[in-house]
């Protein structure tokens, strides 16, 4: 029954008093009008109340302020100490209740007059206290029990009041907000948030907030060391009467979330970059691609595979692959096997089989290449295939263009070069199975160059080509017309009996050139020199059999054009020797081999010396002098004479103006000029820029040219030569007699000497000798005013008959030998003697 009671402990030195109270809160009425059972204790003095204190479980404390100090009421702060849980209630007389107050500061309870101390109202009163203490309990344990929940929440909580300054932040938010409770105290919610996110969090809340609604919002706090934490934010308001009171807020950290999120986004952004890319390349590449499921249905075509397929996209998906790309042998027009079926099958890259044809979904067929591969999953397993193949027909045209261009002859379609080597290899392959003869002519236009010089490369190409097609009428289907190049073609006679076939050909040949061929408005009188040689006789390989017939070919040439030649092999020896010859002219220039030696001409009235001829020595390192006639021609074949005919002139007029520095009483110098310096563009100006620089007077040099030579194109030579009369040289024209110059000609060219050729000269001697030929010439010039020197001349005999003639001057071995230029200066400073 104690058990259950409120232990009341009265402290009180009125033990009467104290008596009474007793009475009166263990008696009925009290315990009806608190609903407690008391057991009451008294004592008299602080000290017993303090002992009583520490040993028994006291609940109420009812204390007489009478046993205070006046001035010290510490003792109620001392009681509570002693006894915390304890309610304690202190008696004062009425008009004292400013004292009782003053307790109440000091840590008592309530307090009550003692005159209110009967059984109502001492029991209500203790019974209030009681109840308020245990509410006060209670609420201490909520607030408890609150700040354990709030502490050991995740999500931040905030309440803010109605100012919106933060009251209380739990430990969630502080770790959110990277501040402690003190910072975060009394400022106001929103300075947490990002300020890049601020107004527009601040402007939500307000909006849902005016509504009464709760917020729930996303955002970004910033912490003061720059950290972002992203939170999610609930808010709602705390209303007391309708009247906000402020605001609780729970914060959730979701940065994490938000991280992954964004990794997320930035992983599609990424696909969707690579997915946008392989699109765009795979429409742009040249190329169709098309991509296949395991089970070969397609699940992709690129624009240029809907193209060639003539299927598109969303037709073509799901179908099987055969379907869409069917594919046959070019050749054997059987369906090709499909390169995506191999590629699953083998799971390796595979190529179709060359000359394949897609077959268009229209029917039509197109040459393709292509290959295909298998497509792996991140397991390496084969989920399908993917099929690149592009259109070859023009890439297979171009190839086959380009075969036949590096076969052919762009001017004439005649097989070139290297088609006839292959062929000639054939033909010599087969005729030695068949014990045939193989021949190979090689046919060179005569004066080709002049023509296309003189009309033009236009009208020089036209007639390449009528003579490739007149070539063709001439030989059979199975010969073979090739063009080696420039002027130069070459036909291939296989499986002949006999060389008499290949000069049967030949006469063909030179047969059906007889008739002028009409080109660009011109008549054109062609002749050819034709070189052939004869496998095996002259040649076992293609290489020495196209050799010997240039060697043959040349010679023709050198048998005066026209012709035909059979490869010898004495040719060959020729050849080799022209080879050499060519070789070392090239270098002779820089090598300082070439001299001139001059030869007097004697005026047979006065018998002195009145002209010299320069004549061209070549010294050579290995082979000693070389003579004139045998490396001149050569020189001209190759082009050489020109630098050479430059360096003659040159040294002759540089020798001219020696003499006359010397003092002497110089002789014109006749210096021999090729055609080919003549024809030449600037050769007129060129001597006159020579005669300027080394200072010769132009009437000192006399300019020498070959009857034969100058009359094979006397038309086109006639302006130089008016050019190099203008100059103010003499002209000479060499070997009078043998060039069959026209009367007309004679008239027109502006010669101002004729030299008799030695061959007539010669012919002075011998029994049957025309001397009247010798005399026709001099009669002839002396009409044309042209002075006559008598060349080659050797005897007495001569000189006495060229003087009867009364021919103007001699030149030869009688009168003075070609000299070096010393001896010459010594024939000039004493004279010669007159015959
Ligand atoms: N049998 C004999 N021969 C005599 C007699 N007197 C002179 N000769 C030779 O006859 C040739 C005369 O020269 P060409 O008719 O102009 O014939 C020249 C000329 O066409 C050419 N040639 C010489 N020098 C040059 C040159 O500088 N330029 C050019 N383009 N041709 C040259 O080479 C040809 C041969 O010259 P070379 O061998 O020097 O031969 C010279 C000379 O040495 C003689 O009494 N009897």
């Known amino acids: 029954m104690d058990a259950a009671r409120t232990r009341v402990l009265i402290v009180n030195a009125d033990t009467r008093e104290a008596g009474r109270l007793r009475g009166v809160l263990e008696g009925t009425e009290a315990q009806a009008m608190s609903g407690h059972l008391f057991r009451v204790e008294c004592v008299t003095s602080l000290t017993d109340a303090a002992e009583q204190l520490t040993r028994d479980d006291i609940t109420i404390v009812l204390l007489d302020l009478a046993l205070l100090p006046a001035d010290n009421l510490e003792t109620c702060g001392q009681i509570r100490a002693l006894a915390p849980d304890a309610l304690l209630l202190v008696l004062a007389e009425a008009g004292d209740e400013a004292r009782a107050r003053a307790a109440l500061q000091c840590g008592a309870h309530d307090f009550l007059l003692k005159g209110d ?81 601020r107004a527009r969090v601040q402007l939500e809340v307000a909006a849902v907030l005016q509504s009464a609604k709760t917020f729930s919002g996303e955002m970004r706090l910033l912490q003061r060391d720059g950290e972002v ?60 691609v098309i991509a296949t499921d395991s089970q070969g249905r397609v699940s992709y075509l690129n624009q240029v595979a809907e193209s060639m397929t003539g299927w598109s996209a969303p037709e073509a998906l799901c179908r099987p692959l055969s379907e869409i790309f069917a594919v046959i042998d070019g050749t054997s027009r059987v369906v090709a ?33 292509d290959s295909a591969a298998p497509i792996h999953d991140r397991r390496g397993r084969v989920t399908g295939a993917v099929i690149v193949f592009h259109d070859v027909s023009q890439s297979r045209a171009m190839a086959i263009r380009m075969a036949y261009m590096a076969q052919h002859d762009f001017l004439t379609g005649l097989p070139n070069r290297a088609l006839l080597t292959e062929r000639l290899a054939q033909a010599i ?80 040949i030179h047969q059906a050139f007889l008739e002028p061929q009409q080109v660009g408005g011109h008549t054109l009188q062609i002749t050819l020199s034709v070189g052939i040689s004869v496998y095996p006789d002259d040649g076992n390989t293609a290489e020495a059999m196209m050799r010997n017939a240039d060697i043959a070919m040349y010679h023709a040439k050198a048998q005066g054009r026209n012709n035909c030649q059979f490869f010898t092999p004495e040719m060959n020896e020729r050849a080799v020797q022209r080879l050499l010859i060519e070789g070392g002219l090239r270098r002779a220039l820089g090598n300082q081999e070439f001299r001139l030696h001059y030869q007097p001409q004697i005026n047979l009235a006065s018998g002195a010396v009145t002209g010299a001829e320069a004549l061209l020595r070549w010294r050579t390192p290995d082979h000693g002098l070389v003579s004139p006639t045998q490396f001149v021609p050569i020189a001209e074949e190759c082009g050489l004479i020109v630098p050479i005919g430059q360096w003659v002139l040159r040294e ?31 050769f007129a100006e060129s001597v006159a820029r020579i005669l300027y620089e080394t200072g010769v ?92 020197v008598a060349e080659g001349v050797e005897t007495e005999q001569q000189l006495a008959l060229l003087r009867i003639r009364q021919c103007d001057a001699v030149q030869g071995h009688l009168v003075g030998r070609p000299m070096e230029a010393d001896g010459f200066a010594g024939l000039l400073a004493g004279g010669m003697p007159a015959r």
């Open 652 to 682: 002759a007029c540089r020798q001219i103006r020696a003499w006359q520095d010397r003092g002497l009483c110089v002789v014109p110098v006749a210096v021999n000029i090729s055609v080919v310096e003549l024809r030449r563009p600037g």
């Open 117 to 197: 101390t009967d059984a109502r109202w001492l029991a209500r009163t203790v019974g209030h206290a009681l109840e308020r203490r245990a509410a006060a309990r209670a609420l201490r344990f909520s607030e408890t029990r609150f700040r354990a929940i709030s502490d050991a929440s995740p999500l931040g909580i905030v309440v803010t009041d109605a100012q919106g300054l933060c009251t209380y932040t739990n430990d969630a938010y502080q770790s959110m907000s990277g501040l402690d409770a003190r910072h975060v105290a009394g400022r106001h919610w929103s300075c947490f948030i990002h300020p890049d996110d």
């Open 429 to 508: 392959g087969q005729a030695a199975r068949h014990h045939k003869q193989v021949a190979l002519l090689f046919i060179d236009l005569d004066f080709f160059k002049r023509i296309n010089d003189s009309l033009g490369h236009a009208v020089g190409d036209q007639l390449l080509q009528c003579v490739a097609e007149r070539l063709i009428g001439c030989v059979r289907a199975t010969d073979s017309v090739c063009r080696q190049g420039g002027d130069e073609f070459v036909i291939l006679l296989a499986e002949i009996e006999q060389p008499q076939d290949a000069a049967g050909v030949a006469d063909k």
């Open 337 to 369: 096997t499909n390169p995506a079926e191999r590629a699953i099958a083998e799971n390796r890259r595979v190529g179709l089989a060359m000359d394949c044809l897609l077959v268009r979904r229209d029917g039509v067929e197109l040459p393709i290449e």
């Open 697 to 788: 007077p132009p009437h000192l040099l006399e300019l020498e040219l070959t009857e034969t030579r100058l009359m094979q194109d006397a038309e086109s030579s006639m302006s130089v030569l008016r050019s190099l009369k203008s100059i103010g040289v003499k002209l000479v024209m060499d070997d009078f007699g043998t060039g069959y110059s026209s009367l007309s000609y004679l008239r027109r060219f502006p010669f101002d000497v004729l030299k008799i050729d030695q061959s007539f000269i010669h012919d002075l001697d011998s029994e049957d000798g025309d001397a009247g030929i010798v005399g026709a010439i001099i009669g002839m010039a002396t009409h044309l005013r042209q002075k006559v």
């Open 229 to 288: 934490v992203w939170a999610r934010m609930h808010a709602a308001w705390m209303t007391d009467d309708g009247a906000p009171q402020g605001c609780v807020q729970t914060v959730e950290d979701i940065t994490d979330r938000k991280k992954a999120e964004n990794a997320l986004l930035q992983a599609e952004e990424a696909l969707f970059d690579e997915r946008e890319r392989a699109q765009v390349t795979l429409n742009s590449i040249g190329d169709a």
